[in-house]
């Protein structure tokens, strides 16, 4: 019996690859993202992912923590900023930053990601200038505006890095920590036993929460510019 013949398809018949480049790179890191997570964006992932091997990637990005920078600015594209107006700063910052909050949430993994590295590029450049603009028309200026920026910064993100976990496993686990509040023993625990109920009031997934943080901080921020001023 003659073996059957295997077609041999020849390699120029296959589509072209598109070249290596510094965006597609990016561009590939950011789709395992969304689908694996952080830890899914390695080196040798974003490689394999793109027929070639760790060792070509190096040419573009130094390494892991360089490509995760360019990764997040490069999700950080997707940002929507409300218009700026002439109208109240304080309400503009809130919208700002809720809509920081809600990109970092709805896309996998960035939530994550903005914990782990600063992002470097023009988009992140675009959020840093927004938000220093507006605390500018809030009379902050100067050490109090780029600490306070990074402090609100830092703040959304890991509002949004809890969310985006509880949306992700479910609020199963949160009910089982709240029912542990409410069991603790009120004589070891007058406090926490007394404040129970307040303490998951307006949990930190409800916009009062929320903005309450932000209203907190700004505070901070504007006393901190008034001694920096003094």
């Known amino acids: 019996m003659m073996k059957p013949t295997r077609a041999i398809v020849s390699r120029r018949a296959r589509p072209a690859k598109e070249p290596l480049s510094h965006e597609l790179i990016v561009k590939t890191a950011y789709e395992l993202l969304k689908e694996e997570g952080a830890t899914g964006m390695s080196m040798r992932k974003v490689a394999k992912a793109l027929d070639t091997g760790p060792s070509s990637l190096y040419v573009y990005v130094k390494n892991l923590q360089e490509l995760s920078s360019y990764v997040l600015d490069y999700g950080l594209g997707e940002l929507v900023l409300p218009e700026l107006t002439d109208g109240k700063w304080k309400e503009q910052l809130f919208q700002a930053l809720d809509a920081y909050a809600m990109l970092l949430i709805e896309r996998p993994g960035l939530a994550e990601l903005s914990l782990q590295v ?33 402090l609100l910064l830092l703040y959304v993100s890991s509002v949004a890095f809890e969310r985006a976990a509880r949306s992700k496993h479910g609020e199963e686990q949160m009910t089982a920590i709240q029912e542990s509040y409410q069991a603790s023993d009120p004589v070891r625990f007058p406090l926490i036993h007394s404040l129970k109920e307040e303490l998951f009031s307006g949990d930190t997934v409800s916009k009062e929460r929320f903005y309450w943080g932000i209203e907190v901080i700004l505070n901070g921020i504007l006393q901190a510019n008034g001694l920096q001023r003094s």
Do not use: C, Q
């Open 118 to 150: 600063i992002p470097v590029g023009t988009h992140t450049f675009r959020l840093n200038e927004y938000l220093l603009r507006i605390l500018h028309k809030g009379g902050i200026t100067a050490t109090s505006a780029a600490w306070g920026m990074d």
